[in-house]
């Protein structure tokens, strides 16, 4: 079953016949040893970190999916109010969380022509 997912609270065509909960998707991503040099450099001569940018990207296309899973294992066919939050975990570690959630829910279209 696919889970259709927004950012907003609704979508248009279709009426939410059940709210299952919050749902999330959660992902801990440390730069290797070379991203944190690399990084380092950059950051003082300044410019854009790809390999940050990079590991960043992954991360919430991992903490995405991990929500997408949750999701359906609630029998969710959507997610409303999608989004993202990223924060520092430990100064040494230089981890970082990515946490992507939003509101499972069931859809259905609003008359038999929509979807």
């Known amino acids: 079953m696919s889970v259709h997912v927004t950012t907003t609270f609704t979508f248009e065509g279709y009426r939410i016949v059940r709210y299952l909960g919050v749902v999330r998707g959660i992902i801990v991503r440390a730069p290797t040893i070379t991203q944190g ?8 001569i ?6 940050y940018t990079q590991m960043c990207e992954q991360a919430r296309q991992q903490a995405f999916e991990l929500l997408i899973d949750h ?9 409303i109010g999608l989004r993202y939050d990223a924060s520092d975990i430990g100064r040494t ?23």
């Open 37 to 44: 040099i690399v990084g380092g450099l950059k950051s003082i």
């Open 46 to 51: 300044g410019g854009r970190i790809g390999a």
């Open 71 to 79: 999701a359906a294992a609630l029998g969710a066919n959507a997610v």
């Open 93 to 115: 570690a230089g981890a970082t969380e990515v946490l992507c959630y939003g509101t499972a829910v069931l859809i259905e279209p609003e008359s038999p022509s929509a979807g």
